[in-house]
C-alpha cells in the first residue's frame, strides 16, 4: 500500500480564492460547509441547491467544492454521484439523493474523511483571506 497526496490544500486554496473573486460574502460558507458534513453527503451536496435561487455565488461555491471533491474521489477510485440538478427538477433532485444513500458504507467513510480534511483546509484558507 502506498501514500497518494491528492493536493487538498492546493485545491482548497483556489477555491477560496475563486470564491473570493466571486464575492467575498461567500467566504464564509467555507465554515458552514465543515459545519455540515457530519449530517452526510446527500445534505452537503444539497445545500447548493437550497441556495441556487437566492445566492447564487454562495451556491457557486458549494457547488464547486462538490465538483473537487468528486475529482478528488475519483483519484482515489471512489466514484461518487455528481449529476447536473436544478432545484425545481424534485425527480433528480431524488435520484441523485438516492444515488448517494446508496454508497457502499466503506466508501461514505472515506468519502467523509476526506470531504472534512478538504473543508478543513477551506476553513484555514478562508482565516487567511478574509
Aim: with cysteine; hydrophobic share 40%; proline share 2%.
Amino acid at each position: 500500500m502506498s501514500l497518494h497526496y491528492y493536493s487538498l490544500d492546493q485545491i482548497a486554496q483556489k477555491l477560496v480564492l475563486d470564491a473570493k473573486d466571486r464575492n467575498s460574502d461567500s467566504l464564509n460558507q467555507s465554515f458552514k460547509m465543515r459545519m455540515a458534513i457530519p449530517y452526510g453527503l446527500e445534505r452537503f451536496w444539497g445545500e447548493h441547491l437550497r441556495l441556487q435561487k437566492k445566492e447564487q455565488a454562495k451556491s457557486d461555491y458549494w457547488k464547486s467544492t462538490w465538483d473537487e471533491f468528486v475529482d478528488i474521489m475519483a483519484k482515489a477510485n471512489v466514484t461518487i454521484p455528481n449529476e447536473k440538478v436544478k432545484v425545481d427538477d424534485i425527480k433528480s433532485v431524488k435520484n441523485m439523493s438516492q444515488k448517494l444513500w446508496e454508497l457502499d458504507i466503506d466508501e461514505q467513510r472515506v468519502a467523509i474523511a476526506v470531504l472534512t480534511q478538504l473543508c478543513d483546509s477551506l476553513v484555514w484558507w478562508t482565516q487567511r483571506y478574509k
